[in-house]
């Protein structure tokens, strides 16, 4: 596993790259993981090959203040195809964990029939099937869609169907490379920002060469509330 260190020098000097469109490969990702500016616990994000597709698998686990006591822990999964410059979700899911407290819901996305649905732990309204149509993604193959398709300036548009809800996602990319420190370290990064209305923000910073995200930050009402900072990884050849 190695930290942040061996990243392009051209990153932290400034010249880093655009990210361009890159062969999918398995890594793993550690994360340390804040709310409301404290720290809360650690996440592991993954991906690999398994059984002729492909998965990811974000795993956030608290360990600190009443939401470690309370033994809180989410896992998100997507099993997925890469079909061309496609990632095609086949199945998802996610398990939420607190206390005695379990909640797990199911999706599958049915290409054939172009349906996709969710079962369990999900609202009534969110178990009716939703038309799939070309592009569609889980939340977890968009970030790993924005790491990819990342340029300075660019906007990019992706729909989003998960866990029984359907909608557009549209990112703009900053046109300047921006400072953020990692693990002690500074470099700079593009920061991808989500355009959409109402009291929610989501932030990715992507750098060039890496294939995760290397921070992840939503606010809500103008106020931090969970921030993924990555700390170390690990990738195919490693």
Same mark, same amino acid.
């Given at each position: ?8 020098t051209?990153a932290?000097l ?12 398995p890594? %793993? ?8 500016? $404290?720290?809360?616990?650690?996440a ?11 998965r ?6 608290a360990?600190?203040?009443m939401?470690s ?7 998100q ?9 496609a990632? !095609?979700?086949?199945?998802q ?5 607190v206390?005695?407290?379990? !909640?797990?819901?199911n999706g599958v996305?049915?290409?054939? $029939? !172009?349906?996709?649905?969710w ?8 178990? $009716? ?5 070309d592009g569609d ?8 869609a ?5 340029q300075?300036? $660019? ?9 029984? !809800? ?19 370290m ?21 750098v060039d060469?890496v294939?995760?995200?290397?921070r ?13 900072r990555? %700390?170390?990884?690990k990738?195919?050849?490693e």
């Amino acid at each position: 596993m190695k930290s942040l260190l061996p990243l392009l020098t051209a990153a932290l000097l400034g010249a880093a790259s655009p990210a361009g469109a890159s062969a999918l490969e398995p890594f %793993v990702a550690h994360y340390e993981v804040f709310n409301g500016g $404290k720290a809360l616990g650690d996440a592991t994000m993954q991906v690999k090959p398994e059984g002729g597709h492909w998965r990811i698998d974000l795993d956030i686990r608290a360990e600190h203040g009443m939401m470690s006591l309370a033994g809180a822990a989410a896992q998100q999964s997507t099993l997925f195809d890469a079909v061309g410059d496609a990632y !095609r979700p086949l199945s998802q899911t996610l398990v939420r964990k607190v206390l005695f407290s379990k !909640r797990v819901i199911n999706g599958v996305y049915d290409w054939n $029939k !172009r349906s996709a649905q969710w079962s369990g732990d999900v609202k009534d309204h969110r178990r $009716k099937p939703i038309a799939l149509q070309d592009g569609d993604m889980s939340g977890l193959l968009i970030n790993l869609a924005v790491v990819r398709d990342a340029q300075p300036g $660019k906007t990019l548009s992706y729909r989003f169907v998960d866990s029984g !809800r359907a909608r557009p996602h549209q990112y703009v990319v900053a046109q300047e490379l921006e400072g953020v420190k990692v693990d002690d370290m500074s470099f700079n990064a593009m920061r991808v920002n989500r355009v959409q209305s109402g009291n929610e923000e989501t932030s990715i910073w992507v750098v060039d060469g890496v294939p995760t995200p290397v921070r992840i930050l939503q606010r809500e009402n103008g106020q931090d509330t969970y921030d993924l900072r990555l %700390v170390e990884y690990k990738g195919a050849n490693e």
